[in-house]
């Protein structure tokens, strides 16, 4: 469906200001903007604060970090270009000087939202990369295959996202494509952590310590690969619930329902996306106890308090707590001596 009040183009979640007035609903749907733009500011302060731990406390992966970056930097552009959305639907252009803007904006928030629908896969073949290469995966950045990743999926995105925009495809079409992509990538994160998880269990299997050549940092990619496994996991039930919803609303644009209706389930789809991108960082940061350590940190230094450090912790967050270091030691070469023998 593509509107001629948007000059023949289809943005996500375009509201005509114009309708809203006519049908004298114009106050309720400015206290919705304010309240919008509150929860945007909040998500906003969040989200500086989740770069600010990407880059200074390395909690996985280089590669992973790179492509949750990329993540976090097309909400960045979302929210701005809703905040001029909002801006001018607020009435403070009457005269449209920001015309052009406004649908420069729109194409962003259209572009970025399409990255976070079909994000979920790309999270998924790096950990496949991750397990395919995990004898020296670990041991370098290995910044080729982010670069790889992204270079594929970029131009896809776009392409669809335009093709969205100008109508080139029915809705159903993307819709589809969402669920088919999620799903997939779904799938595929805990097809990776199976697989990872076995050839963990299958190297400390008594009967197997012959077959296996893996050295220590091939173990400990194993480790890690089962570790952010885990944490993908988690955030991605998260992203797989958003953007079901999200799609599922999206999919009203194919039937011919009341404007109204149309209208109130775009102001919906906004909540929704602003729940997403709150949820998310804060599913992610639990998962994490390096981010988590961070924080405390950095609250004790704001009340002016020492900050003790915590019990290591094994990478499957085992507590390991011995208050005689002699004792930690003797067990620590009893087991690698075992896994040498």
């Not at 001018?88 to 729109?106: K, M, R, S, T, W």
């Not at 690969?225 to 998260?238: A, F, P, T």
């Amino acid at each position: 469906m593509c509107s001629p009040s948007t000059a023949d183009v289809r943005f996500i979640t375009f509201v005509n200001t114009t309708y809203i007035q006519a049908e004298n609903l114009e106050t309720v749907f400015d206290i919705l903007l304010k309240i919008e733009v509150g929860v945007l500011v909040f998500s906003w302060i969040e989200f500086l604060y989740l770069f600010y731990l990407f880059v200074f406390i390395r909690a996985m992966h280089f590669n992973l970090t790179f492509l949750f970056m990329n993540y976090g930097g097309q909400y960045f552009f979302s929210m701005l270009s809703r905040c001029l959305i909002v801006w001018q639907q607020l009435g403070n252009d009457p005269d449209d000087d920001l015309h052009e803007v406004i649908i420069i904006a729109n194409y962003l928030r259209t572009i970025g939202l399409f990255i976070a629908m079909y994000i979920l896969p790309i999270f998924m073949i790096e950990r496949c990369l991750a397990t395919f290469l995990v004898k020296n995966y670990e041991k370098s950045r290995n910044i080729w295959a982010s670069l790889l990743i992204l270079s594929i999926f970029h131009p896809l995105v776009f392409t669809s996202a335009i093709a969205y925009i100008h109508c080139w495809l029915p809705v159903v079409f993307h819709v589809i494509s969402f669920f088919i992509v999620n799903i997939i990538g779904y799938i595929g994160i805990h097809y990776c952590s199976s697989y990872n998880t076995k050839k963990h269990q299958k190297f400390y299997s008594s009967k197997c310590f012959s077959k296996v050549s893996y050295g220590l940092s091939e173990r400990f990619q194993l480790a890690e690969n089962i570790k952010m496994c885990n944490v993908l996991k988690k955030v991605q039930i998260s992203i797989l619930f958003f953007n079901i919803g999200c799609c599922s609303i999206l999919l009203m644009d194919h039937f011919k329902i009341d404007m109204m209706i149309i209208y109130w389930s775009y102001i919906c789809f906004n909540f929704f996306c602003l729940a997403y991108g709150i949820t998310v960082p804060i599913i992610l940061y639990s998962a994490l106890p390096e981010w988590q350590k961070e924080t405390r940190r950095l609250i004790f230094l704001c009340i002016g308090r020492a900050h003790v450090e915590e019990e290591p912790k094994s990478t499957f967050g085992e507590q390991m707590i011995y208050n005689d270091a002699t004792m930690e030691s003797n067990i620590y070469f009893t087991q690698f001596n075992k896994t040498t023998e």
